[in-house]
């Protein structure tokens, strides 16, 4: 199941990452964004592991 969430984000955000799409660091806003989340629970597990 998948479900859909809208976030608004500062101008200057989405121009930062719309340069790294650019820049081929990611594919689209949405990669970027699934990147920044798994890194995100994935340092919170780190955390909780101690």
């Known amino acids: 199941m998948t ?3 809208v976030i608004r984000l500062p ?4 121009e930062f990452i719309d340069n790294k ?5 990611y594919l689209s806003r949405n990669d970027y964004i699934r990147h ?3 890194c ?3 340092k ?3 955390w909780t592991d101690l």
């Not at 101008?11 to 989405?14: F, Y």
């Open 21 to 25: 799409i650019k820049l081929g660091e």
């Open 44 to 46: 919170e597990e780190m």
């Open 36 to 38: 920044i989340l798994r």
């Open 40 to 42: 995100t629970m994935e």
């Open 3 to 5: 479900a859909e969430i």
């Open 11 to 14: 101008d200057l955000i989405v």
